[in-house]
Each structure stands twice: as structure tokens, then as C-alpha cells.
């Protein structure tokens, strides 16, 4: 089957599905799928862990990098963990990640 022109996205509107960093998610639906309250991502946001984007009409919007972090951090609370250290943790760890990613990226290079 031909693909009708009007229904191809426009040029680059694909790369938004695979930019892990692009706002797809409505607060509702973000916390839908972590199974949690748009409160605990309000915490979140006051914590600096996570700063969502805003729409044009101000509503939050979250990307799939974003709600990894928030599903860490509601792990960590779930096991008893504070939600200010639980921040932090997630912190660090992503920290730790991102070194180890730019090591790599070093020793390849030699």
C-alpha cells in the first residue's frame, strides 16, 4: 500500500519520538504511568530534580528522560527512603551514569 502524503509527518517530526528529551507526557498522563499522583511530580519539581516544560497554556509537560528519573525516585520512596534523599540518590546516580558514558566515550576514542 502507497502511503497517502497527508498522512506522512512533517520532515524531523519523527526525531521528536525518538529525543528522550522531548516534553510528550501531560502531567495526568505521566502520572498515570508512574502510578502516582501529579502531587508526587509537583514535589518532584519543587525539589529541582525534575523541571518540566510548559505548554503554551502553562500545563507541565514531562519527557521519557524525566519520568525515568521520577520512577527511580518513587522506587526509592516505596522503599522507605525520603523523598529529599531519594532526589538526591537519583542525583548522583545519574551523575555516576553520565561520567561513566563520557569514560567510555574517551577510552574509545584512543
Do not use: W
Not at 50 to 77: D, T
Not at 87 to 100: G, N, S
Amino acid at each position: 500500500m502507497i502511503p497517502d502524503p497527508r498522512d506522512t509527518p512533517a520532515p524531523g517530526a519523527g526525531d521528536k519520538f525518538d529525543d528522550e528529551h522531548y516534553p510528550a507526557y501531560t502531567m495526568g498522563r505521566a502520572a498515570e504511568m508512574l502510578g502516582t499522583t501529579p502531587g508526587f511530580l509537583r514535589s518532584l519539581g519543587e525539589t529541582k530534580l525534575i523541571e518540566p516544560q510548559r505548554s503554551s497554556g502553562g500545563h507541565r509537560r514531562y519527557s521519557r528522560y524525566q519520568l525515568r528519573l521520577a520512577a527511580r525516585v518513587r522506587e526509592l520512596v516505596d522503599q522507605g527512603t525520603g523523598l529529599e534523599a531519594a532526589c538526591r540518590i537519583v542525583t548522583l546516580e545519574d551523575q555516576l551514569h553520565e561520567a561513566q558514558r563520557l569514560n567510555a566515550d574517551l577510552r574509545h576514542q584512543d
